[in-house]
């Protein structure tokens, strides 16, 4: 059986990198992943500082516990970096009990309005 692969007309000859091209290759593959990784960890970072899960959650909790007469209107709740404020509240012929959350640092808000029964 003949060995293809030797003949001299079929060998395949492949330029060989140095040593010098693989290293500046290797560091730009660092760069660019360095880069990656900053950007990736700041987005991370201001998701969660602007994430409002919690304080939602403590909203919920507290609408459940006023339908059930653990709490009382009015009410202010300081919890971390936010001020809870509970207050009644008129809007023509309908009573709302007003759920407002106000962040300390931000200034951002986040309201649940629950109809008075």
């Not at 990198?17 to 290293?23: D, F, G, K, N």
């Not at 500046?24 to 360095?34: R, S, Y």
């Not at 009015?74 to 001020?83: G, H, L, M, V």
């Amino acid at each position: 059986m003949i060995n293809v692969f030797r003949h001299k007309n079929l060998l395949l000859k492949l330029k060989a990198s140095s040593l010098v091209e693989t290293l500046i290759a290797t560091i730009i593959i660092m760069i660019v992943f360095g880069i990656a990784m900053a950007s990736i960890t700041n987005i991370l970072e201001r998701t969660v500082k602007n994430s409002t899960t919690k304080i939602d959650s403590r909203l919920n909790k507290l609408v459940y516990q006023y339908e059930y007469g653990l709490i009382k209107v009015p009410n202010i709740i300081e919890a971390d970096k936010w001020t809870i404020e509970t207050k009644k509240m008129n809007e023509g012929d309908l009573n709302f009990i007003v759920f407002k959350a106000v962040n300390k640092e931000s200034q951002k808000v986040r309201l649940k309005k629950l109809l008075e029964k």
